[in-house]
C-alpha cells in the first residue's frame, strides 16, 4: 500500500511539473540501478532494503518505487543488464569462419567462467526464489538467458550440419545439450552453496573440453571428431 501511495503523488507531481512521465526517465533509471547494485554487492541481497537503496542512489522512496515495485525485481532489472551484456559478448564467438572446435571451445570455456562466478550465481537462486509468485519473472529469465543461448548455438550447430561436419535431427534439443554437458560438477554445487569459490581455468577448460568429446561422439562426423 506505501509503494502503491507513494508511486500515485509522485505521478501526479511529475505530470504537473511537465517532466518526463513517471519512471521513464533513463537518467534516473540508471542512477537507481547504479545505486542498487553499489548496495547489493556490498549488503547483500537479503539485508538490504529499498530504503537503503533510495539512500543510496539519492533518489526519494516515491521516486523509487516509481521505477521499482520491489526489491526482486530492481534485482532482476540488474541481473538482466548485466546478462545481456554477457550473452551479446559470448555468442559473438560463436564464428562459423573459425574450426567448429575452436569456436565452441572458447564459446563454452567464456560461459561457463561467467556462469560460475559469485554474482550469477546469486543472480540464479534469488530468480529462482521468486519465480513461483512472480511467474513472469523466471519466465523473462528463459526466454532472454538459456533460451537465448541456446538458439545462438542451435543456429551455429545448423551451419556446421550444412558444411556436413554433425548429423544433429533437433539442433536446439542437441544445443541444451551442450550447455548442460559443460556445467556438469562445476554449477550445481556453487548453486547450492556446496562450493563458494569460482570454478579455476583449468577446471572449466577439463569440462568444456569432456564435454565436446561427448558431444562429438554423439553428433560429428568421424572427419570432425
Known sequence: MEAAHLASAFAKEER????????TDPQKRRQILEGAGR???????????????????RVSKATLYVYFQDKEHLFTAICAERRDRNISEIISLLDTEKPFKTGLTAFG??????????????AH??????????????TEFFECGAKRVA??????????????????????????????????????????????????????????????AMFLAAYGTPELR
Open 39 to 57: 548496495v547489493f554487492s556490498t549488503t547483500g541481497f537479503d539485508a538490504s532494503s529499498m530504503s537503503d537503496v533510495a539512500r543510496e542512489a
Open 16 to 23: 504537473r511539473g511537465g517532466r518526463p512521465a513517471a519512471g
Open 125 to 138: 537462486r534469488i530468480v529462482i526464489g521468486v519465480a513461483e509468485r512472480m511467474p513472469e519473472v523466471g
Open 151 to 212: 538458439s545462438a548455438v542451435a543456429k551455429y550447430l545448423d551451419h556446421h550440419i550444412a558444411a556436413g561436419g554433425l548429423k544433429i535431427p533437433d539442433t536446439y534439443f542437441a544445443a541444451m545439450q551442450f550447455l548442460e554437458l559443460i556445467q556438469a560438477s562445476i554449477i550445481r554445487p556453487r548453486l547450492f552453496g556446496a562450493i563458494t569459490e569460482p570454478a579455476s581455468r583449468e577446471e572449466i577448460e577439463n569440462n568444456v573440453a569432456s564435454a565436446l
Open 109 to 122: 570455456v567464456e560461459l561457463l567462467t561467467i556462469m560460475s562466478q559469485p554474482f550469477v550465481i546469486a
